[in-house]
């Protein structure tokens, strides 16, 4: 019984993807699956097309910064709260919970509205830093985790020896906390590629990110290039969660193990 | 722990805060403001003072998608949740690689693309590949047809996109729950069935309503699956913000539907937050 349960979820959960996979090495521009016959040319097409080229490149970029700012923003806030424990640091903390909470939409908009009034509207920039700061709430989670695991005879024994705070976070916590770090980095990236609805609202007109450029082809008629591109974000996605499993403990992280 | 505030850290928390501050709490005051100024088809807005845009909120077109919104979203999150339940419990019980497995499957499933999912769906219901063409030829459907745009479409787009976060979200407290009653009642002759109405769902009852909210405030705002796999009278409230903001260029009355949305979050999330900290308490 258990058995079938997950075999049927799991087979609903990948079988969009083998249809997609096969449309995407279809030889016909007609998209049918199976295909009639094998081809690798709307491959060719994606990675040759300057257009498609671009958007990828634009993502990735946007992805990399926004990574980079909600990880450090994270770091920061749970450093502060790690090492003061006030009511400001608590109150920073679960201010990086609301863009989880609240309908995306609503962040699309307000977003949208304060970047035209600032005079970005359309601009790269305001794609990065809204990403950057709307997917926050992941690594803000899981590098609590890591400051939570930290004991205090490492920090107290550094101390001793005479090590400045600058130093005990340099040598001592850093290292200790730098899995979580990744971990965090690296959702906040994959996200950051696939999202649209923010990026759209924002500069999407503009700014043609790969999720964007996917949607426009597909309610204007699409080509099967559009499965190659999601092909390439399945792949990318699986493999950067792949390589993470290697580097952190994915069970542990979320919480399966009794110690934590 | 060191309890040694210096100046570096009450910098940093300030540095923090502030771009918090900055780049999203002003964004969602300057919403609410937005949405009382008067719509200006040349432009954006015209600075005003007007009760306007909600006014319009009452009138029947936009009553009939709140509705709707609130119909579809409901019956995903309960959809949702009654299916990822048994499904993480199940995975709960399974050896660690096939537990990792599972999480980077959801993972996976998470993080990617909405659009990706729409579309996936999409060619998985269209007469030329997927559902239709696969019961054409067990011989089941003698003329298929395209299954989308329609509500089931949507309704199953809104769960398949649903299910990673909320098996995600329930997994921690699964895998770590006292699992002493279940084998008790087990070991008592307990059927299965029983054990999962009588020991599981009360035990997780409060963490299972929790989280059906946070799954309706998720799929009220989500875009993608009704636009690509529903009808335009499926279309949800995100949907006619979207249009409203950037196909009508009508940014105070977006902004103010985009308010009554916050309005109805809020008080979901905090009827959420009542709710779990009074069986803690």
């Known amino acids: 019984m258990r058995r079938v349960y997950l075999i049927v979820i799991a087979a609903l959960m990948i079988a969009p993807f083998v249809v997609v996979l096969g449309v995407s090495f279809g030889a016909s521009r007609n998209i049918s699956f199976p295909p009639d016959a094998l081809s690798a040319v709307w491959y060719t097409e994606l990675l040759t097309e300057p257009d498609w080229l671009a958007a990828i490149g634009r993502s990735l970029l946007i992805a990399a910064i926004a990574g980079v700012i909600a990880t450090t923003l994270a770091l920061a806030i749970n450093y502060v709260l790690w090492r003061t424990g006030s009511g400001f640091a608590k109150a920073t903390f679960a201010l990086g919970l609301g863009p989880f909470l609240l309908p995306p939409i609503i962040l699309a908009l307000g977003a949208s509205l304060f970047w035209a009034e600032v005079g970005w509207y359309g601009r790269m920039e305001a794609t990065i830093i809204s990403h950057g700061v709307f997917f926050v709430t992941l690594p803000l989670v899981i590098i609590a985790r890591g400051f939570a695991a930290l004991t205090d005879e490492v920090i107290e024994a550094a101390q001793m020896i005479g090590a400045t705070p600058a130093q005990v976070f340099r040598t001592v916590i850093f290292p200790l906390i730098a899995p979580y770090v990744c971990t965090g980095f690296a959702l906040v990236a994959i996200i950051s590629v696939n999202e649209y609805l923010i990026a759209n609202m924002i500069s999407g007109f503009v700014v043609e990110t790969l999720p964007i450029k996917i949607f426009n082809n597909v309610r204007y008629g699409y080509s099967p290039v559009v499965a190659s591109a999601s092909m390439l974000f399945v792949a990318l996605t699986v493999t950067i969660l792949l390589i993470l499993s290697r580097i952190t403990d994915l069970v542990a992280l979320f919480g399966t193990s009794k110690d934590t | 722990m060191m309890r040694t505030p210096t100046y570096g850290p009450r910098l940093i928390g300030g540095a923090a805060f502030g771009v918090m ?261």
């Open chain 2, 21 to 281: 501050a900055i780049f999203f709490v002003i964004p969602l005051i300057f919403m609410i403001v937005v949405s009382f100024y008067q719509p200006d088809p040349m432009g954006f807005y015209k600075v005003d003072f007007v009760w306007e845009n909600y006014g319009k909120f009452f009138s029947s077109f936009y009553y009939t998608v709140s509705l709707r919104s609130l119909y579809s979203s409901a019956l995903g999150a309960v959809l949702v949740v009654a299916l990822a339940f048994p499904l993480v419990l199940f995975v709960s019980d399974l050896g660690r690689k096939w537990q990792l497995f599972w999480i980077i499957l959801l993972l996976s499933l998470m993080c990617l693309s909405e659009v990706i999912m729409g579309f996936a769906w999409l060619i998985l219901m269209s007469e030329s590949a997927g559902i239709p063409r696969l019961l054409e030829w067990v011989g089941l459907w003698d003329n298929p047809r395209s299954l989308s745009p329609s509500f089931g479409a949507m309704m199953i787009g809104l769960v398949f996109l649903g299910f990673s976060i909320v098996s995600l979200i329930l997994y921690p407290a699964v895998a770590r729950r006292d699992r002493s009653i279940e084998e008790a009642a087990i070991t008592l002759g307990t059927p299965p069935a029983m054990v999962f109405y009588k020991v599981l769902l009360p035990t997780f009852r409060t963490s299972l309503i929790s989280v059906t909210l946070t799954m309706f405030v998720y799929l009220l705002g989500v875009f993608v699956m009704p636009t690509m796999l529903g009808r335009p009278q499926d279309w949800t409230m995100t949907v006619i913000i979207s249009d409203k903001a950037l196909g009508d260029a009508n940014l105070p009355l977006g902004a103010a539907l985009a308010v009554v949305m916050l309005i109805v979050t809020v008080i979901v999330l905090i009827a959420s937050a009542l709710l779990t900290q009074r069986r803690t308490a």
